[in-house]
C-alpha cells in the first residue's frame, strides 16, 4: 500500500525490517537478493525522472513573455485584418457598393443573415488583447513612453471601430482575464469616446522624438513620433467630428482640438501597412486574399463563390452624368472579364463595358452574370496592396465638413479639392494600374466643383459622397460615417422576407455568447440601449 | 533514529537512508543512488517505493520456509505421504487419480534441501507413473509407456483389467478444437477415472457399454458422455458461462479467478471479432457489453471509433477509454485532420485500427472500480484489456488461415420529396444558366417529364432522380477482404511461439478510395530454468489510406453532391467532372461544393502509418510466492499524410498542397512485485507493488501550400505559396501504486489499492495525486444455504478514485508564439485567445460501485446487475468566458459531472440439448449525467447550465407566446427566435445489446441486435435537404403558396401568405433563422448489428489433409435498421470522435456488409 504521508509509518516499519532482518539473517543467505535489488534500483531510476517532469512541459516552440515590439506589429496587422468578410458582406454590400445574388451570405445586399457582423468582436481575444498587453508592458518602463503613447492610440483606433459597430462595449473592465475577472461591465459609448479623446490626448503630448520607439516593428511609421503625433491629432479629427449628431459642443471642442494639434494633410503622412505577394500567405493584404480566395477566385471562371459584382449603385456613381463628369477612380477600381473568342477572359477596364450589379435584385445566378463588373485584380485586389489606415483625403475633408460647420477658419473648397486629390492619389498606391494622372484630377474637379453656393446640406452631401468613394476599403469608417451624415442618399432594399423592414441596418448586434457568458452586463446594456440588441438598434451618437 | 539527515549547507538536496549496519551494507548501492539521482521533491516517491519494497521483503523473508528444496528421509513410505510433506514445504499441489495412486509402490528416500524436480525424479523412479510439472501443481499420470511396452512389470494388471473391461480410447478438446491436457475424466458412480495427456488423449478401461464417463475441466461444463458400443470417444468440452470457475484478466495483467472481483469485468473472446469483422475492432464492442457505448465513424474503411464507458466523465478532456495491450497502455491518437480549407474531416483512423482482430486472445472491459484504478489517470473512463494470442505447448506447428470477405451497400436510402423539381421560385430552369444556379435546388416546377436544361446545357426530362439512383449511379459496392495466416506452436514450455501475418485489402464505396492493412505479430515465451519467464510481443503494422472520403461539410466531399444535387438530374452526367482543359466543371454556381467526379478524378490525398508495438518482460520468481516482473513497451507511430487539390479546381484555380509528417512515440517501463501466499489454509494473500513510467513525444511537420507552379505536378517544391510548421510535444507520467488482495475461504474477498501519480503536463506543487480503492466480494451462495433454484450468488461492492490531468501539454503556461515568417522582415508575435492556468490541480473520478452475480437453474439462468455513481470533481475544462475579459476560453478545475447509472447482464440457455442448444445474453445500460458544480462565476459550461446532462444539445427554435402560438416578425414576415432552449442529449443515455446464439449439430447462428434510446442527433446534411427544397416538409406551399398565422412581437394577430415563388426564400431561410428547428430528431435505434451463420465442416473424413478443424460462415455487419425515427439518415452518422456527440452532417453512406468468414486449422 502507498500511503500519501508515509514519512511516519516509514520509520516504525523500517525498524521492524532491521529487527527481521538480524533474527533473518543466516537463513537470508540462502536466497538470492540480487534480482529485489535489480527491482529497487529501477523503482528509483523512474522516480529520478519526476525532476524532468517540469522540464518535459516546456514548449520549445513558444516563447514564454510578452515581446512589446513583436507584439505591436501584431496588433497592427490583426486590427486592420479584422473580419473582412464582415466588412465585405455587411457594410460594402448595405453600403451599395458591392451586390451579390446569394440569399445566404448576404446580409448586406438583402438584410438577411446576421452571421457576419458578429465577428466584429472577437477583436477583444485579438488585437485588442494583444494592444492591452503591450500597453500593460510598455508601463512598466519609463524609457518606452513613445511605445506607450503609440500603444495607446491604436487602442483608441481599435476601439472607436467597436464602439461605433456596437454602441456600448465593456472597455473600462475589459482585458482583465488574465487577472481571473470574466465578466467585465459595459460602458456608455459617451464615456468611452471621453476616455478616448483623453487617451489621444496624452499619447500626443507625450510622444518624445528623443526616446526610443518600436522602430522598425512600426509598421505604419517606423517609430516616427512625429507622424504619430500627427495620426492621433487625425484620429481626434474624425472622431470628434463623430459628435456632431449627437453633442455639437463636444464635437466642436476636439475638432478644434484636434486641427490645432496638427492632423495628417500631407500625402507622404498617410497611415498605411504594406504588405507583400511572397510566398507567405500571411504577408497578403487581408482583404484582396479574402476577396479572392472566398468570391472573386478566378476572372477565367464566371462563377463567383458568393455570387458577388460591384453595385450599380456604385458605378453609376463613378461613371457620374456624362463621360466629362466620370470618376476617373471607376477605371481604377473596376474591371468587366470579357469573354475572348479564343477562349478565357481578359479583364478590361474600359468606360463604357463597366455595368453595376443591382442590390439585392437576384436569389439565384443571372443570365447576364458575366456582363457585371468586378474589382479590378491588378489595383484593389492585389495582394501586396497596403491597407490605408487615415489618410489625408480624410482629413481634408474632414477639414471641410469643419469648415463648413464654422469650427474650422480654413476655406471648405480649398480642403474639399484637397481631399479629392489626395483621395485620388492614394490610388498610386496600388500599383502601376492605380496611378491617376494630375490632369484626370484636375478635369475631374472641373467639371465636379466644390458647391460654394449650396447650403449646408448640398455641401455636407458632396463632402459625405467623396468620403463614401474614399471608404471603399475602409468599410468600418465608411458605415460610420454614412449613418452619422445620411449621405450619400441610399435607397434601401425589399427583399421579400428581409429581417429590417426594408431598413438599412444602423448598428451589429453583439453576439449571443455574451448574453450566456455576461448575462448581468450585457442585458443591462441591452436595457438601455433601446432594449434591442438587432441591426436596427442605433449607437449613441447615431441620434435619430 | 533519524532517518533523514539533511547534508549541511546544500539545504534540501540529499536526504540520506540511515540504516543499521546488518544489512546497511546491502543497501548502501541504493542510498547512494538516492542521493545521486534524487532531488528532494522527488524524495517522497523514493520513500513509498521504498517503504513498499521494504514491505515486500519483510513478506518476503517470512516466507523463507516455503521453497522449492525439498527436505525427506524415509523407508518404504506410501507415496501420498511424501506427497504431503513435498506440498507443505513447497506449497506445490498434487493432482491425481486416487485408483492410480494405488498402484504406486512405496518409496524409499534421503533428501536434504535438495531440489523438489530432482526428489519427484527420485520418487517416480520406478513407478508406474509419471508427472509434469503445470505452474505450481504436479499432474500425476499414468505412465504412457506402459500401455505400450508388454515387457512392463505392470502388464499383468493392465491385463487384468483389460480382461473384464472395455478399453475406451478418446480424445478430449474443446469448441474450437483445440486438444485439452489434464480433463478429469471419471465412471461415472465409481472412483475410477483418468486424466488426458499432453495431446488430450486418455484412455480408460470401463466396466461394461452401460457406463457413463463424468469429464470435469476448469473453466468448461461438465460433460457426461455414455461410452456404449464405443471404443475410442472424440469429445468436445464447452466453455462454461458461468461466474464460478472463470477467470479474467485483471489490471496489469494479472489473472484472477472472477468470483474474487469486487467490479464488475466483460471478457469478451477474440473469436467474436473475427467472423463479422470491424476493420476498427473497438467497433464490435457495439452491443456487446452493458454500459459501453461505441460510435463507429461513417467515414468509410479505416474510419476512427468513439467508446466511452458509463457516459463522459469530464466536460472537455478526453473520455475515452485507455487501451492496454498484454498490460501496457497503447497510443490511441486519432489521426483525423481537418484538410486544408472549410470544414471538412478526412477521418485517418485512430490508434485502436491498427490491432488486427485475428490476434486478439480476449478482450476485457475495466469499466471502474479498483481494477481501473491501478491503470491511473489515463484509467477514469475505464480501460479495455486486449491481450493478444500467443503460442501453446503442443506436438507440432498449428497453423490457422481465417479468410473474410465482404461487400457493403448503403445501410438505408433517405425518404425525399419526387413531386417538385430541380429550379426555384416555383420555376424550372430556362436557362443553362439557371439551371447551374439551381443545381442543388428542388424548388423548382412539378415534375412533368418534359425536357428542361440542365447544368451543361443539355435537355433531359423534368422526371425524378432519386438519391438512391444517384447513391447507385456514383458509388460502388464497397469490398473487405482480409487473409490472416497464424502459426504457433512450441514443444516444451521453454519456448513457444506464434507468428501472424495478417492482410486488408479495402474498397470504400467512393470510387477510388481504399484502404489497406497489413499486420505481423510475434509473440514469445520462454520459461528459462525454473524461475525466470521471458515474454515478447512485436507487431510492426503498415496502414494505407488513399482518397479517404471528405466528411462534414460541402468542400472536398463528394456527398454534398450525392446527397443535394436537384432531384431531377442524374448524377452520371456529371461525370468526369472537369473539362479539356481539366477545369472543374460546376454542376452549381458554388465552387465550395464540389463536382463529385472532379474530387475522385482530379483531387486525392493519401495517408500511411508505420506502427510498430514492440514490448518484452522478464519475469523473476524469487521464491515460490514471490516474483518480480519487469517490463517495458514501446509504442512508436509514424504518419504521414498529404492532400490536394489541381490547378483547375473551381474554388482554388491553382491549387492548394497539405502534406504532414508526426512521429509519435509512447514509451512505458514497469516493474512489478507480486507476492502470493495462503494462511492457516484459510486466508489467501496477494500483494502487488510497483512503478511505472511513461514518456510520449510527438514531433510534427506540416507543409501547406497554394498555387501549384507547373500543372500535376504534385509537390510542395512546386508551390508559390508556402509554409511550414514544427510542433514537438512531450508530456510523461512517474507513477508508484501497489494492491493488497485478501480472500478468506473462497467465500469474501477484499481488494485495496492504491496509487500515486506526478504529471508532467502540471506544475509541480500542482502535479501529484494519491488515489485509494477498496473493494469486496461475498458468495452469497458458498455462505448460506439458498433454494436451489439458485446455484451462485455473489455480492460486491467497491469504491475507487482515479485522479488525473486531463491536460494537453504546454496548456497550463500562457504562451506567445512567433509568426511563421514574420511580417516583411519584421518579427511577429502572436497570442492565445485561451487562458491557461499554472495553478491548475489534478481531477479526481470517485466510483461507487455495487452488484450481484447470480446464477439459476443450474447455470442455465445468469444475472449480473450493477449500480454505479461516478462522480468527477475539480474537472479540468477550457470554458468558453465571456471574450470582452480578453479571452474566449479559460483553462479552469470547474465543477462536478456525475454519471449514475445501471447495468444489467441477462445469460440464459433456454435450450440445451445435444443437438440444439440457444444461448441468449442480454444486456441493458442506463446513465444519468449530470453537470453537478461549476466554477464561481460560470453559470453554463457549454450553454448547459447545472442540473442538466453533460452534451446537452441547446439552441434555438421559433419563439411562441404564453399561449403557445408563434410569434412572426412583422417585418419580415418569419418566425421570431426563441431564447435557447434544450433539444435533448447528444450521448444516449439508454444502450442495450441481445445476442443469441443457435447451435444446431455443426451448424451455429449468431445475431446480435443494438440499440440506443434518448438522445437527439443534429444533421447538418437534414437542414441542407431542407434548404434546399429536397425534404418532405418542403412541399406545403409550392402549389399555392402558404399562409402563416400567428402573433407579431406586439402580440396583435398576424398572418401573411407567402407566394409560390418565395417559397424557397421562405424554407432556406426559415432552416437558417433557427437551424436546429429544421435538423434535430430523435435518435433511437435498434439494428440488426451482426449475423453469422456459421458450418463447421465434417474434416475428420479429410484426415489426410490433417486439418484440424474447418469452419466456414455467413457473415453480416449492420444489416438492417430494425427502428429509427428518421428517414432521413443513418441514425449513426458520426464524422468526429470529438466530445460533442449527437452531430452529424455530410457523409457518405454508412454501409451495410455481406460476406463470408472461413476459418481452417490444420
Redo the contacts between chains.
Keep these: ?4 504521508k ?2 511516519g ?3 516504525s ?6 529487527s ?3 533474527q ?2 543466516k ?2 543467505k ?4 540480487k ?20 522540464e ?12 512589446a ?3 505591436f ?2 496588433a497592427q ?1 490583426a486590427a486592420i485584418g479584422l473580419n473582412p468578410s464582415g466588412n465585405r458582406f455587411s457594410n460594402m454590400q448595405m453600403l451599395q457598393q458591392e451586390a451579390t ?1 446569394s ?2 451570405t448576404a446580409p448586406g445586399d438583402k438584410y ?2 446576421e452571421g457576419s457582423v458578429r465577428a466584429n ?2 477583436a ?3 488585437c ?3 494592444i ?2 503591450v500597453v500593460n508592458e510598455t508601463k512598466k518602463d519609463p524609457a518606452s513612453i513613445n511605445k506607450l503613447a503609440a500603444a495607446r492610440i491604436w487602442k483608441v483606433y481599435i476601439v472607436h471601430q467597436l464602439t461605433d459597430l456596437y454602441g456600448d ?2 472597455y473600462s473592465e ?5 487577472d481571473g ?4 461591465k459595459y460602458d456608455l459609448q459617451v464615456d468611452i469616446y471621453k476616455d478616448m479623446f483623453k487617451e489621444l490626448e496624452e499619447a500626443a503630448v507625450a510622444l518624445d522624438a528623443s526616446k526610443p520607439t518600436f522602430g ?2 512600426d ?1 505604419f511609421y517606423g517609430g516616427n513620433t512625429v507622424k504619430w503625433k500627427k495620426f492621433a491629432y487625425s484620429m481626434m479629427l474624425r472622431l470628434g467630428m463623430r459628435l456632431t449628431k449627437i453633442d455639437a459642443v463636444m464635437a466642436k471642442t476636439w475638432v478644434e482640438k484636434a486641427i490645432a494639434g496638427g492632423p495628417i494633410i500631407d500625402d507622404a503622412d498617410l497611415t498605411r501597412a ?3 505577394d ?6 497578403r493584404n487581408p482583404f484582396s486574399e479574402h476577396m479572392r ?1 472566398l468570391d472573386y ?2 476572372g ?2 464566371p ?3 458568393q ?1 458577388s459584382k460591384i453595385s450599380m449603385r456604385f458605378i453609376d456613381h463613378l461613371k457620374g452624368n456624362s463621360t466629362t463628369t466620370k470618376d476617373p477612380r471607376l477605371n481604377v477600381i473596376s474591371v468587366l472579364w470579357v469573354k475572348q473568342p479564343a477562349g478565357g477572359y481578359i479583364a478590361d477596364t474600359a468606360t463604357a463595358l463597366q455595368k453595376g450589379m443591382q442590390n439585392a435584385k437576384f ?5 447576364d ?1 458575366e456582363t457585371y463588373s468586378e474589382p479590378n485584380p491588378n489595383t484593389v485586389m492585389r495582394y501586396d496592396a497596403p491597407v490605408i489606415v487615415l489618410g489625408a483625403g480624410e482629413v481634408h475633408f474632414l477639414l471641410a465638413e469643419a469648415s463648413i460647420r464654422g469650427w474650422f477658419s480654413g476655406n471648405a473648397a480649398t480642403s474639399y479639392d484637397n481631399g479629392v486629390k489626395a483621395a485620388m492619389k492614394q490610388w498610386s498606391l496600388y500599383g502601376a494600374g492605380g496611378a491617376i494622372s494630375t490632369d484626370k484630377v484636375t478635369t475631374y474637379l472641373k467639371y465636379n466643383p466644390f458647391l460654394t453656393a449650396g447650403t449646408f446640406n448640398q455641401k455636407l452631401e458632396q463632402i459625405s459622397t467623396q468620403r463614401w468613394v474614399l471608404g471603399y476599403l475602409d468599410q468600418i469608417e465608411n458605415f460610420s460615417n454614412w449613418r452619422r451624415t445620411g449621405y450619400p442618399v441610399l435607397i434601401p432594399t425589399n427583399y ?7 431598413r438599412i441596418p444602423r448598428r451589429y448586434i453583439v ?4 448574453e ?4 448581468e452586463n450585457f442585458l443591462a446594456a441591452k436595457a438601455r440601449q433601446s432594449g434591442d440588441n438587432t441591426l436596427l438598434s442605433r449607437v449613441w451618437w447615431d441620434k435619430e | 533514529m533519524n532517518l533523514f539527515t539533511k547534508t549541511e549547507g546544500s539545504l534540501g538536496r540529499v536526504a540520506t537512508l540511515d540504516i543499521k549496519p546488518t544489512i546497511a551494507g546491502r543497501f548502501r548501492f541504493f542510498n547512494y543512488r538516492i542521493s545521486q539521482l534524487i532531488s528532494f521533491n522527488s524524495i517522497l516517491l523514493v520513500m513509498k517505493l521504498t517503504f513498499i519494497l521494504l514491505l515486500v521483503i519483510i513478506l518476503n523473508v517470512r516466507a523463507e520456509g516455503y521453497s522449492q528444496k525439498v527436505t525427506y528421509s524415509g523407508v518404504n513410505v506410501p507415496i501420498e505421504k511424501v506427497f504431503s510433506t513435498i506440498k507443505k514445504q513447497t506449497g506445490y499441489g498434487f493432482f491425481f487419480q486416487k485408483e492410480l495412486i494405488s498402484l504406486a509402490k512405496p518409496v524409499t528416500i534421503n533428501a536434504v534441501n535438495e531440489d523438489i524436480s530432482d526428489v519427484l525424479v527420485a520418487i517416480f523412479k520406478d513407478q508406474p507413473l509419471e508427472f509434469s510439472i503445470k505452474n505450481k501443481t504436479i499432474l500425476v499420470l499414468k505412465r504412457a509407456a506402459i500401455v505400450m511396452t508388454p515387457q512392463s512389470n505392470l502388464v499383468g494388471i493392465e491385463n487384468l483389467l483389460e480382461e473384464k473391461d472395455i478399453v475406451v480410447k478418446g480424445q478430449i478438446s474443446d469448441a474450437k478444437g483445440e486438444t485439452l491436457p489434464g480433463v478429469s475424466i471419471k465412471i461415472k458412480g465409481t472412483t475410477v477415472g483418468a486424466t488426458t495427456d499432453v495431446d488430450g488423449r486418455f484412455t480408460i478401461s470401463v466396466p461394461d457399454n452401460n457406463s457413463i464417463l463424468v469429464l470435469t475441466y476448469i473453466g468448461y461444463q461438465t460433460q457426461e458422455v455414455a461410452v456404449g458400443d464405443r471404443t475410442t470417444l472424440n469429445i468436445k468440452l464447452v466453455a462454461a458461462n458461468t461466474a464460478l470457475t472463470e477467470v479474467v484478466v485483471t489490471a496489469l495483467g494479472i489473472s484472477r479467478e472472477k468470483k474474487a472481483l469486487a467490479y464488475s469485468v466483460t471478457e469478451v473472446k477474440g473469436e467474436e471479432f473475427t467472423q463479422a469483422r470491424e476493420n476498427n475492432v473497438a467497433n464490435a464492442f457495439a452491443g456487446k457489453i452493458a454500459g459501453v457505448n461505441v460510435t463507429g465513424m461513417s467515414s468509410g474503411p479505416g474510419g476512427s471509433s468513439r467508446v466511452i464507458i458509463r457516459g463522459n466523465g469530464s466536460l472537455s478532456g478526453n473520455n475515452q477509454p485507455l487501451y492496454v495491450i498484454n498490460g501496457l497502455p497503447m497510443n490511441n491518437t486519432a489521426r483525423s485532420q481537418a484538410q486544408g480549407e472549410g470544414a471538412t474531416i478526412l477521418d485517418r483512423g485512430d490508434g485502436i485500427s491498427a490491432i488486427n482482430p485475428d490476434d486478439i486472445e480476449t478482450i476485457n472491459v475495466l469499466k471502474g472500480g479498483p481494477a481501473a484504478a491501478l491503470y491511473g489517470s489515463q484509467a477514469a473512463n475505464g480501460v479495455i484489456l486486449i491481450t493478444t494470442k500467443s503460442g501453446k505447448a503442443q506436438k507440432g506447428l498449428g497453423v490457422e488461415f481465417n479468410s473474410n470477405f465482404t461487400v457493403g451497400s448503403p445501410s438505408m436510402y433517405p425518404d425525399l420529396q419526387y413531386v417538385y423539381g430541380q429550379g426555384l421560385d416555383g420555376v424550372k430552369p430556362l436557362t443553362k444558366a439557371q439551371a447551374i444556379s439551381s443545381g442543388r435546388l428542388s424548388f423548382g416546377a412539378k415534375m412533368d417529364g418534359q425536357p428542361y436544361v440542365q447544368f451543361d446545357g443539355v435537355m433531359r426530362p423534368n422526371s425524378p432522380v432519386n438519391v438512391k439512383d444517384n447513391w447507385k449511379n456514383f458509388y460502388r459496392p464497397s469490398t473487405n477482404l482480409t487473409n490472416t495466416i497464424a502459426f504457433s506452436g512450441g514443444n516444451s514450455a521453454a519456448l513457444t511461439y506464434r507468428v501472424s501475418l495478417s492482410d486488408l485489402e479495402a474498397q470504400a464505396m467512393e470510387p477510388g478510395s481504399s484502404y489497406a492493412r497489413q499486420t505481423g505479430n510475434v509473440s514469445l515465451r520462454s520459461v528459462l530454468g525454473k524461475r525466470i519467464i521471458v515474454e515478447t510481443t512485436l507487431q510492426y503494422n503498415v496502414e494505407k489510406g488513399k482518397n479517404r472520403p471528405g466528411n462534414g461539410y460541402a468542400d472536398n466531399t463528394t456527398s454534398w453532391a450525392t446527397n443535394l444535387l436537384a432531384n431531377t438530374v442524374d448524377i452520371r452526367n456529371l461525370a468526369p467532372g472537369y473539362d479539356s482543359n481539366f477545369n472543374e466543371v460546376q454542376w452549381q454556381q458554388v465552387p465550395e461544393a464540389q463536382n463529385p467526379y472532379f474530387v475522385i478524378n482530379r483531387m486525392g490525398n493519401t495517408d500511411s502509418k508505420n506502427r510498430f508495438m514492440g514490448q518484452a518482460s522478464v519475469q523473476y520468481n524469487i521464491l515460490d510466492d514471490l516474483s518480480v516482473k519487469v517490463s517495458g513497451m514501446r509504442d512508436i507511430d509514424r504518419f504521414d499524410s498529404m492532400d490536394y487539390m489541381p490547378i483547375g479546381t473551381a474554388k482554388r484555380p491553382r491549387g492548394l498542397f497539405n502534406s504532414g509528417t508526426s512521429f509519435v512515440t509512447k514509451t512505458t517501463a514497469q516493474v512489478l512485485l507480486n507476492y502470493n501466499k495462503t494462511f492457516f489454509n484459510d486466508f489467501q494473500f496477494t500483494a502487488m507493488a510497483g512503478g511505472n513510467i511513461e514518456r510520449n513525444v510527438a514531433e510534427s511537420t506540416r507543409n501547406f501550400g497554394a498555387e501549384f507552379i507547373v500543372p500535376d505536378f504534385i509537390s510542395f517544391s512546386n508551390l508559390a505559396l508556402q509554409s511550414a510548421t514544427v510542433g514537438l510535444s512531450r508530456f510523461g507520467q512517474n507513477s508508484a501504486f501497489g494492491s493488497a488482495d485478501i480472500g478468506y475461504k473462497s467465500l469474501l474477498y477484499f481488494t485495496f489499492t492504491g496509487r500515486q501519480d506526478w504529471f508532467s503536463t502540471l506544475n509541480p506543487g500542482n502535479n501529484s495525486i494519491f488515489y485509494p480503492s477498496f473493494g469486496t466480494s461475498f458468495i452469497l451462495s458458498d455462505a448460506i444455504k439458498l433454494p436451489s433454484i439458485i446455484s451462485f450468488a455473489k455480492i460486491r461492492a467497491s469504491w475507487a478514485q482515479v485522479g488525473g490531468a486531463t491536460v494537453s501539454p504546454y496548456q497550463i503556461n500562457q504562451l506567445y508564439s512567433f509568426e511563421q515568417g514574420g511580417h516583411i522582415g519584421r518579427p511577429v508575435q502572436g497570442t492565445s485567445s485561451a487562458l491557461s492556468n499554472p495553478n491548475l490541480r489534478p481531477l479526481t473520478s470517485t466510483t461507487y460501485e455495487g452488484g450481484v452475480d447470480m446464477q439459476f437453474l443450474n447455470n442455465r439462468l445468469g444475472l449480473d446487475f450493477t449500480y454505479y455513481n461516478r462522480k468527477t470533481t475539480d474537472d479540468i475544462l477550457s470554458t468558453p468566458i465571456a471574450v470582452t475579459s480578453g479571452y474566449s476560453s479559460a483553462l479552469l478545475n470547474v465543477g462536478e459531472l456525475s454519471n449514475k447509472g445501471v447495468e444489467i447482464l441477462l445469460t440464459g440457455t433456454p435450450i440445451k440439448s445435444n443437438k440444439f442448444t440457444w444461448d441468449v445474453s442480454y444486456n441493458a445500460a442506463y446513465n444519468k449525467s449530470t453537470i453537478e458544480k461549476l466554477a464561481p462565476g460560470l453559470s453554463t459550461v457549454g450553454g448547459v447550465g447545472v442540473g442538466r446532462p453533460y452534451n446537452t444539445l441547446r439552441g434555438r427554435t421559433y419563439l411562441t407566446n404564453a399561449s403557445g402560438v408563434r410569434v412572426y416578425n412583422k417585418l419580415s414576415g418569419y418566425e421570431v427566435q426563441s431564447p435557447e432552449v434544450e433539444y435533448g442529449q447528444g450521448v444516449p443515455p439508454y444502450t442495450m445489446g441481445l445476442a443469441n446464439n443457435f447451435r444446431y449439430k455443426s451448424f451455429s447462428l449468431n445475431v446480435l441486435l443494438d440499440g440506443k434510446f434518448g438522445n437527439v442527433v443534429q444533421s447538418g446534411l437534414s437542414r441542407y435537404m431542407y434548404r434546399f427544397g429536397l425534404s418532405k416538409n418542403t412541399l406545403p406551399g409550392r402549389e399555392n403558396g402558404l399562409t402563416v398565422t400567428g402573433v407579431d412581437q406586439t402580440g396583435a394577430p398576424f398572418t401573411k401568405t407567402w407566394p409560390v415563388d418565395q417559397m424557397d426564400t421562405y424554407y432556406n431561410n426559415q432552416a437558417s433563422i433557427s437551424p436546429l428547428t429544421t435538423s434535430v430528431f430523435d435518435g433511437d435505434f435498434i439494428k440488426l448489428r451482426s449475423a453469422v451463420l456459421s458450418y463447421r465442416l465434417p474434416v475428420s473424413k479429410l484426415q489426410s489433409l490433417k486439418i484440424q478443424s474447418a469452419d466456414i460462415s455467413l457473415v453480416s455487419r449492420n444489416p438492417f435498421i430494425l427502428f429509427s425515427h428518421i428517414t432521413d439518415f443513418d441514425p449513426e452518422s458520426a464524422y468526429t470522435i470529438g466530445n460533442n456527440q449527437g452531430q452529424s452532417s455530410n457523409t457518405i453512406p454508412r454501409t451495410r456488409e455481406f460476406g463470408v468468414n472461413l476459418i481452417v486449422r490444420f
Design positions: 500500500m502507498i500511503l500519501p508515509p514519512a509509518v516509514r520509520i516499519n523500517h525498524d521492524r525490517l532491521i527481521i532482518k538480524n533473518k539473517n537463513q537470508m540462502n536466497l538470492s537478493f534480482p529485489i535489488y535489480t527491482a529497487l534500483i529501477l523503482a528509483i531510476s523512474l522516480s529520478s525522472c519526476t525532476k524532468d517532469l517540469a518535459l512541459n516546456k514548449n520549445p516552440n513558444a516563447y514564454e513573455s510578452v515581446n515590439n513583436f507584439l506589429t501584431k496587422l445574388y440569399e445566404v438577411f443573415a468582436w472577437s477583444y481575444s485579438g485588442l488583447n494583444q492591452q498587453l462595449i465593456p475589459a482585458l482583465n482575464g488574465l475577472k470574466y465578466q467585465p522598425n516593428s509598421l504594406p504588405y507583400a511572397g510566398g507567405l500567405l500571411s504577408n480566395v477566385v478566378d477565367q471562371n462563377l463567383n463563390v455570387g436569389n439565384g445566378y443571372p443570365a452574370f421579400p422576407g428581409n429581417i429590417t423592414g426594408g453576439p449571443e455568447s455574451e450566456t457568458l455576461n448575462r
